[in-house]
């Protein structure tokens, strides 16, 4: 929370709390917990050195809102009695990401998820025959018909976002207005990638608009690399439609 006088200390616990409860959803699936304490004021040689024992925070076990012993400097404690809060696993104090395949009755909440996102990396940066093919009920139909390639991220029991994977190529990815910036579109990505790996392919590949900035610098983030500019078939009513993109490329074995 804010605190006055106290800006930078409050903004760094705030930062250091927001970057471990991401690291906790990137690596969920994996046997690492990543765990955050926050106990309070804690007893410490801080209080003597800053001059505020005599404050209300710094009068040790004399007052409620005193420090509470720690295990020594910067030793976190660890739950028992007299001491702050026990450490609790992220997980456990933010919505958890579940990844599922698609199932029909998921359509509808894909296609708006896909709607809008489209229309944020794509207006301005493709032809007119794709943006034309592309109106609302297009993206209805769509959904409904790909259900089978398409995995969802759910959180709270909507869904957040979703991949859609053909062959080796991550064909689609989008995340809901709601959960841009969280964990989700990381989840959504790292499945992709494991279900082209499951499907045999040591390499995964995806389009992108040279326009669409802030997708690029996602996937680039995340390892994927820029093979350059390729002639994009993106799928259009009467056939392919000609796009310029950028193609991305992500090794998925080592070797």
């Known amino acids: 929370m804010p605190g006055s006088f106290q800006a930078v200390y409050n903004a760094s616990k705030s930062f250091l709390q927001s970057f471990a409860e991401a690291l906790q959803e990137e690596l969920r699936d ?15 040689h801080f209080f003597r050195r ?3 024992e005599d404050t209300k925070v710094g009068a040790g076990g004399r007052g409620q809102g005193g420090p ?3 295990r020594g400097e910067g030793t976190p404690a660890d739950g028992g009695a007299g001491l702050g809060p026990p450490v609790v696993p992220i997980s456990s104090v933010r919505g958890v990401v579940t990844l599922r395949p698609a199932r029909p009755e998921d359509a509808p909440a894909v296609a708006e998820i896909w709607r809008g996102g489209w229309r944020d990396g794509h207006l301005g940066h493709v032809p ?9 009920d297009s993206f209805d139909v769509r959904a409904a018909e790909r259900t089978g390639d398409t995995a969802v991220a759910v959180v709270e029991g909507a869904v957040a976002g979703f991949v859609m994977v053909v062959g080796d190529e991550v064909e689609q990815v989008y995340v809901g207005p709601a959960h841009r910036g969280t964990a989700v579109a990381a989840a959504l990505l790292a499945e992709a990638e494991r ?3 499951a499907g ?9 608009v040279a326009g669409n900035t802030r997708a690029r610098r996602f996937y680039e983030r995340s390892g994927w690399t820029d093979e350059g500019l390729f ?10 439609i000609h796009v310029p993109a950028h193609r991305y490329v992500k090794r998925l074995v080592d070797g």
């Open 231 to 240: 002639d994009h078939m993106a799928e259009g009513p009467d056939g392919p």
């Open 200 to 208: 045999g392919h040591e390499r995964a590949w995806l389009a992108v």
């Open 128 to 136: 007119g025959e794709l943006l034309a093919a592309r109106t609302d």
């Open 68 to 70: 509470r012993r720690g």
């Open 50 to 52: 800053a001059d505020m």
């Open 30 to 44: 994996s046997s690492v917990t990543v765990k955050s304490l926050m106990p309070g004021p804690t007893e410490t």
């Open 195 to 197: 279900l082209v790996g």
